[in-house]
């Protein structure tokens, strides 16, 4: 099994800084991607941003040139740099991991989610 277990979510003014970790343990062949989607209340969760193993990014329009995200491999762990804060940043961030756990076989894992609110 593996576990992501997120830390960093928070009350933020608007305009201001957070910063999301998460960390996948457990039986980790290997990592095709990590990222980060949020759902805000009455909506659809949609991805933020997301980084493959070899570096490539995507990040959802709305917060591109606002958060960063980042990985370290050697601890399998993912953050997310989250400046220029709006009310509408404001959502449950959930992390995942797309992950081989033996070999040809992968499956989406997903954190319990932490709670970012951004007030104005």
């Known amino acids: 099994q593996v576990q992501l277990v997120e830390s960093g979510g928070e009350l933020a003014q608007s305009g201001g800084s957070l910063r999301l970790s998460c960390a996948a343990s457990?039986?980790?062949?290997?990592?095709?991607?990590m990222g980060w989607y949020r759902q805000a209340p009455g909506k659809q969760r949609e991805l933020v941003a997301q980084?493959?193993?070899?570096?490539?990014?995507t990040y959802a329009d709305s917060v591109k040139g606002r958060f960063t995200i980042s990985r370290d491999n050697a601890k399998n762990t993912v953050y997310l740099q989250m400046n220029s804060l709006k009310s509408e940043d404001t959502a449950v961030y959930y992390c995942?991991?797309?992950?081989?756990?033996?070999?040809?076989?992968?499956?989406?894992?997903w954190g319990q989610g932490t709670q970012v609110t951004v007030s104005s």
């Open positions: 995942n991991g797309r992950i081989y756990t033996s070999p040809g076989t992968w499956s989406d894992y």
């Open positions: 457990g039986m980790i062949l290997s990592i095709v991607s």
């Open positions: 980084r493959t193993s070899g570096g490539s990014t």
